[in-house]
């Protein structure tokens, strides 16, 4: 991967760029089948001049055959900051709401609103007493420090997996890399009141949530080759496609990433919408093939 991209330096944010795409190489089974937005700039030169020699051909799959920059990449950006403060009106007081509107525009155009309208709300805080209080909520920790044989491992829960009857899918971060972990459950813990009871030895069976999403069953269901977060949502309902055509736009491991169409027909049912969490054992999107 590294001699593919010229050898960039492995720092941020090149370090990421490199080490996303060769995840993704194994991933999906074959190099360069889906290619990050990020690569795609970098090779592109938005970026920058690369220390060594970028690999051609690669360059050719990753960006066809647009023009590769010669020049420094910020020249080419034209000023924002005047184009910022009219679109954040009369919201903005300060230098600091015009750059948090900048980096979060939906997010910090919300929060100016509702700090014109005098509806913010603070989220509460709960006195430490209220934590072993009778009907005090229950916590659960979804990011902590482990310590196996003398090394200690950074551990991140970014999602699971539909429970099956005997095995789920944890998707976990281990000091920055993505795993996989199945874990199967040999008994219940009921939870009440903020008590561990043991309850059967055989897990209960359990309906579907609500709007829960399908498993992939055919080669027209579109999934995520790994944990992420939905970006974008290329397709309608009852749009043509062909294979390879980009459907989808995913956020994982901090990098943009196209899903391409996996066959060629008609798009017959999309499951998801910018800003969930999805996972790859989740249909996204379904397509009828031809």
């Known amino acids: 991967m590294r001699e593919d991209l010229g050898y960039p330096p492995l720092v941020t944010p090149t370090s990421q760029i490199v080490g996303t795409q060769a995840v993704l190489n194994v991933m999906t089974g074959a190099r360069y089948k889906s290619i990050t937005q990020e690569v795609k700039l970098y090779l592109q030169g938005r970026y920058g001049a690369t220390p060594g020699m970028v690999n051609e051909e690669v360059r050719k799959l990753a960006i066809g055959n647009l023009d590769v920059m010669s020049c ?40 100016l609103q509702e700090r014109a309208a005098g509806s913010l709300k603070p989220e509460p805080l709960l006195p430490i007493e209220a934590k072993n209080g009778e009907g005090a909520p229950r916590f ?41 972990v199945l874990v199967e459950a040999l008994n219940e813990i009921e939870l009440a009141g903020g008590l561990q009871t ?5 897990p209960a069976q359990k309906a579907p949530a609500a709007g829960q999403k399908p498993r992939p069953t055919h080669k027209g269901h579109v999934t995520a080759a790994m944990p992420g977060t939905i970006v974008d949502v290329l397709v309608k309902a009852g749009q043509k496609v062909n294979a390879g055509d980009p459907v989808l736009v995913i956020e994982a491991m901090k990098m943009e990433n196209e899903v391409q169409a996996p066959v060629s027909g008609t798009v017959t049912g999309i499951f998801t919408a910018k800003g969930e969490s999805v996972t790859p054992d989740m249909a996204l999107i379904e397509i009828q093939p031809e």
């Open 72 to 111: 420094r990449p910020a020249d080419l950006i034209p000023p924002e900051l005047e184009k910022l403060r009219g679109e954040a009106d009369s919201l903005a007081k300060s230098d600091e709401d015009v750059l948090s509107y900048a980096m979060f525009p939906d997010l910090g155009r919300t929060f």
């Open 140 to 180: 659960a920790a979804d990011e902590f420090n482990i310590t196996l044989h003398g090394e200690t491992y950074h551990i991140k829960l970014s999602a699971s997996g539909r429970a099956s009857e005997t095995q789920r899918p944890f998707f976990v971060t281990v000091d920055g890399v993505s795993e996989e």
């Open 198 to 202: 043991s309850a059967a030895s055989k």
